[in-house]
């Protein structure tokens, strides 16, 4: 069974080395065998997960990713499932559940996702460019079987059309066959009479009419006689049929955003319609929706030019003198057109008064935003004791940072400075802005067999790659700036070197794991490097003393049989580089001259609290 999980680690090893290069699909290939080879392996589950994610969003439909496919969700899922869904990935690629390699990508994925379909209007915005994209259009074409043509700008020009005795013509011809689509259904814009071909999934809504942008309800209707495509996904070009037949990408977001209001106007004027037709005698209607008459009687008039009788009452806006004492019928879509006009108005006011009502709430979320990050700034905020004599803080001013520099950054552990990052390119100094990438490795193999990083553990020192891109605005997260060194493969090398001060772990041992308690990890002793790192030989340092009677100042000590030295295979015990500065005597008239002044931001609270109980001339006696 250990030969099993020998063979899985180095099939896990190979799968993320194929992760990094972006081979998803190579890359569970071997999870997949690591995972047959020793199921109990650690992190395997996560690491599945993860490529499953990253494998989802190469999938695009229509230009974009398949969310659903990143969600492991269904476009017909409903929105309790979508949330599941959401909630089960979101615990196993948590940055602090999961530390495999792409972890925080595939939660940004995740996370992107979920903005988009746990929103409803987004969520139908993007179904509906997904399902025009892959499975259906929509197809207008203007009926002919009967009145006017349309003008020369495609509106029917109703009020000039002089009266015409009846006309007794033939019946029409038997429509020809048409190749119809299972999946889509023909419907009618009652304004405009324009014939239109739509998903079933828009049956009996209310939708915007893309040639004269009123609304009307999509009910099934026949064809259009004059309709004789057998292939729909054709074009009028490229069929030579003239306008008669064309495409019409409608627009997902005007659907959107006015369904609401549409739905708010329709049944307002369905109250005004009912409170009208109390007021007027009328014939017995006959109408398969008793919500919709077939007509109404009402005083006849001349045609005001526009398309709409005069003498309707307020209702209209109308005026009713000088009216004739006849009576015609108006049929239901006559009536619907004239409301709807006025509804138009009210449309365009309703949505222009919600635009405005988004941008206040954008501002306010955008102001709001700015206090809760200056709230987590200040509660992430460190308390640190004020040095003895020197600022440390006047070494790491926005004018300190310059191009192709390393500098250390506090790590969210203990806060000690364990993160580098290489500063490309300084944008601005005020207000600070850098370009940056951030130092990272996934082996220690430069110091031998020791998993130190499988064991949950930072490395602050050895051999690191060089991290993507990012713009980084907070210069409250740099320690100090650190010396390095490109190796022959374009990595950054720091190491430690002569003259330099850094933290040992003091309880340190090969033996620590994930099971270490943070007690027994954070206890640490200040050394000062005397000799360059050498492979063989190690580095050679010598503990650092309190000095009585002040927190941050240290002196070395005058034993030479005090001096360690830390091995290859013990340089891991090196915690983090330690700020220092050498006092003069000058600074004021107690500073000990020579002796070393320690950053206190780098310094663990407990030596900077810590007393010997001894005189200074004790302890250099010793």
């Known amino acids: 069974m250990e030969c099993n999980k020998d063979e899985a680690i180095r099939a896990k090893t190979i799968a993320e080395k194929k992760l990094s290069n972006k081979d998803y699909a190579g890359s569970k290939k071997f999870v997949l065998k690591a995972q047959t080879l020793y199921p109990g392996l650690d992190g395997i589950s996560q690491m599945l997960t993860t490529l499953d994610v990253y494998i989802a969003s190469e999938s695009k439909v229509g230009g974009e990713i398949d969310w659903y496919g990143v969600l492991g969700a269904k476009p017909n899922d409903d929105d309790e499932t979508i949330k599941k869904h959401y909630r089960k990935l979101a615990l196993m690629l948590h940055p602090d559940k999961n530390k495999s390699i792409g972890a925080d990508g595939a939660f940004k994925l995740l996370s992107e996702a979920w903005g988009l379909l746990s929103d409803k209007s987004k969520r139908l915005a993007y179904n509906q460019k997904r399902n025009m994209t892959t499975r259906g259009f929509n197809v207008k074409v203007p009926t002919q079987s009967g009145g006017p043509p349309p003008a020369a700008n495609g509106v029917h020009n109703f009020a000039k ?46 939708l915007l009419c893309p040639n004269c942008h009123q609304p009307f309800l999509a009910k099934e209707m026949p064809p259009p006689s004059n309709y004789k495509s057998t292939a729909p996904k054709t074009t009028a070009a490229a069929q030579n049929t003239g306008p008669s037949l064309v495409r019409v990408n409608t627009d997902p977001s005007t659907v959107s955003k006015a369904a609401s209001v549409i739905q708010k106007v329709n049944d307002r004027l369905k109250r005004e319609r009912e409170e009208f037709y109390s007021g007027w005698p009328s014939k017995k209607r006959k109408s398969d929706d008793e919500s919709q008459p077939s007509g109404v009687r009402i005083p006849y008039q001349m045609s005001t030019g526009n398309g709409v009788p005069a003498g309707t009452g307020s209702l209209y806006g109308a005026s009713i003198k ?9 049929n239901y879509f006559e009536l619907r057109n004239m409301l709807t006009k006025k509804a138009r108005t009210e449309i365009c006011r309703k949505l222009k008064e ?67 990052a290489l500063i490309h390119k300084v944008i601005s100094r005020k207000p600070f802005k850098v370009k940056l990438s951030w130092l990272n490795s996934k082996t220690t ?51 430690p070197r002569k003259g330099q001060v850094w933290a040992l772990y003091r309880n340190w041992s090969r033996d620590w794991n994930e099971n270490t ?31 009585v009677g002040f927190r941050t100042v240290f002196h070395a000590h005058t034993y030479e049989t005090e001096v360690k030295v830390i091995t290859k295979e013990e340089m891991f015990r090196f915690s983090h580089q330690v700020p220092k500065y050498v006092l003069t005597g000058s600074e004021a008239h107690n500073s000990p001259k020579g002796c070393l002044e320690l950053d206190p931001a780098a310094t663990p609270m407990d030596l900077i609290l810590e007393s010997t109980g001894k005189t200074n001339e004790s302890s250099q006696q010793r």
């Not at 009266?163 to 299972?182: H, Q």
């Not at 000088?322 to 108006?330: A, D, K, P």
């Not at 308690?517 to 000799?531: A, R, S, T």
């Open 517 to 547: 308690p943070d007690d027994v990890i954070h206890k640490y002793d200040m050394v000062q490097v005397l000799e360059d790192y050498n492979e063989e030989q190690g580095v050679p340092v010598s503990p650092l003393i309190k000095y």
């Open 161 to 206: 059309q002089a009266p015409t005795k009846p006309v007794v013509r033939p019946p029409p011809p038997p429509p020809p066959a048409v190749s119809r689509r299972n999946d889509t259904f023909w419907t009618i814009c009652h304004a405009c009479k324009m014939h239109y071909e739509y998903l079933n999934l828009y049956l009996n809504h209310t």
């Open 354 to 420: 919600w635009e405005s009502e988004e941008k206040m709430k954008e501002n306010n979320v955008s102001q709001n935003s700015q206090t809760e990050d200056e709230q987590d700034g200040e509660q992430s905020a460190m308390n640190v004791p004020d040095p003895d004599f020197h600022e440390f803080d006047l070494d790491r001013t926005e004018d300190s940072f310059e191009d192709n520099q390393v500098w250390a950054a506090y790590d969210d552990d203990d806060g000690m400075p364990r993160f580098y």
């Open 445 to 495: 193999a430069e110091f031998g067999s020791l998993s130190w990083l499988d064991c949950g553990f930072r490395k602050s020192l050895g051999e690191f790659r060089i991290g993507r891109h990012e713009v980084n605005k907070s210069l409250n997260s740099f320690s100090q700036k650190v010396e390095w060194k490109k190796s022959p493969r374009g990595s950054v090398l720091i190491l």
């Open 322 to 330: 000088n009216s004739v004492n006849r009576t015609r019928e108006l």
